[in-house]
């Protein structure tokens, strides 16, 4: 038993060496922190790829949907956290004054390469609340809170130290094909609603469609198409949150499906329901 099972804790802690399946797009209402200690990937991030090295530090606002993409070569180690921010909230009640959960807030989805001495930081809290969410006492319990708090602001310092850019990202730059992979993220991005085929993304983007599909599939671990089928049925499921009673048939052609049958089959390939029914559950 864990701390979270004992004290149903709205925090998880996961560290991990296994293998990573096949990428799988996901969300979730939790804040997250992940951190690459050994390995090489790439991960997706609504509509960003960042190329990921050792060191490498992620804050994401955990529904938008994203999927790390993990070079099976390498071993693969990293330290996860989960947590709930209303519950991160009422810890950082008065006395503290400064709120450390604003690089969460403000810009969503951060990149930083850790170096030197917050990397040491960094890499002792998460080893510390590793080691004690595994016990189960009260003052285990104590422990884990205070260290959880400090790798908050050790965080927060890292964002505050790092330069960041509009996009979030103060890491190292991206080699010619991951710049080439995110002109098409940006351009599926911007025109997911539009029918879409290969000889206009390759009219579009003055690249060869051979070369377009090899590449995406290789730093993304989905298929161009795959990526922009996942990317109209979420933007499908927030429309049916913010209009429940919004009309299946109008939702499919707003989102880029020219035929409904098509938008049902899609629908229901990628979340395991049809639209009708997704629809309903939010009732």
């Not at 200690?37 to 804050?59: K, N």
């Not at 990397?119 to 590793?130: G, I, M, N, P, T």
């Not at 599939?217 to 949150?241: M, V």
Request: net charge negative; charged share 25%.
């Amino acid at each position: 038993m864990s701390l979270r099972d004992k004290f149903q804790l709205p925090l998880e802690v996961i560290y991990s060496e296994k293998p990573f399946p096949e990428p799988v797009f996901h969300s979730h209402p939790e804040y997250e922190i992940y951190y690459l200690h050994e390995g090489a990937c790439s991960y997706l991030i609504g509509d960003r790829i960042y190329t990921l090295e050792p060191g490498d530090l992620i804050l994401m606002h955990g529904m938008t949907l994203h999927s790390p993409k993990v070079d099976c070569r390498k071993p693969y180690r990293r330290s996860i956290i989960h947590f709930d921010a209303s519950f991160a909230h009422e810890l950082l009640r008065p006395p503290f004054a400064l709120n450390v959960l604003s690089p969460f807030q403000n810009i969503h989805n951060i990149r930083l390469h850790l170096s030197g001495e917050l990397k040491q930081e960094v890499e002792r809290q998460l080893d510390a609340l590793h080691r004690l969410y595994a016990e189960e006492s009260p003052l285990a319990y104590n422990r884990f809170l205070i260290r959880f708090l400090e790798l908050l602001h050790a965080v927060y310092d890292c964002c505050e130290a790092g330069g960041l850019d509009s996009t979030g990202s103060a890491a190292h730059g991206s080699g010619p094909k991951e710049q080439h992979v995110q002109r098409i993220m940006d351009y599926l991005e911007a025109h997911y609603m539009e029918d879409i085929h290969l000889e206009l993304l390759e009219q579009e983007l003055h690249l060869n469609r051979y070369y377009m599909t090899k590449i995406f599939k290789e730093l993304t671990g989905f298929t161009i198409f795959n990526y922009l089928y996942q990317r109209r049925i979420n933007q499908a499921k927030i429309l049916f949150l913010l209009e429940p009673e919004r009309p299946v048939t109008e939702t499919g052609y707003d989102t880029g499906f020219k035929h409904p049958s098509h938008f049902t089959r899609a629908f229901k390939k990628i979340t395991g329901m049809t639209p009708e029914s997704y629809r309903r559950g939010l009732t």
